[in-house]
């Protein structure tokens, strides 16, 4: 089974930049869907987006369309989340997963990291 590991969270001031890694070991994580999801304070977790395998079509929540960018380096085998326009309500806990299939449900991923807080001041 693939182990996932988070970083790059922190704490960032709203408008900023932030760049999460999932880094796999154990398996190719390029071999399936990898997807983002967060969870913030008192709330459920929620998606965020995914990428197909091998690095192949991306599709985004709503909230972060535009904003967020996922992308594969199948050599260093990590997947990257790429947040601009930060804004507060981006503050959570962010979860990478890998996935049967590329799919906002989370019993999709079977496969979760411990996640990487990333907080947005106003």
Known sequence: ???????????????GSLRLSCAASGRTLSTLPTGWFRQAPGKEREFVGAIGRIGGSTYYADSVK???????????????????????????????????????????????????????SS
């Open 1 to 15: 089974q693939v182990q996932l590991t988070e970083s790059g969270g922190g704490l960032v001031q709203a408008g």
């Open 66 to 120: 535009g904003r967020f960018t996922i992308s594969r380096d199948n050599a260093k085998n990590t997947v990257y989340l790429q947040m601009n326009s930060l804004k507060p309500e981006d503050t959570a806990v962010y979860f990478c997963a890998e996935g049967k299939v590329m799919s906002r449900l989370e019993r999709m991923y079977s496969s979760w990291g411990q996640g990487t807080q990333v907080t947005v």
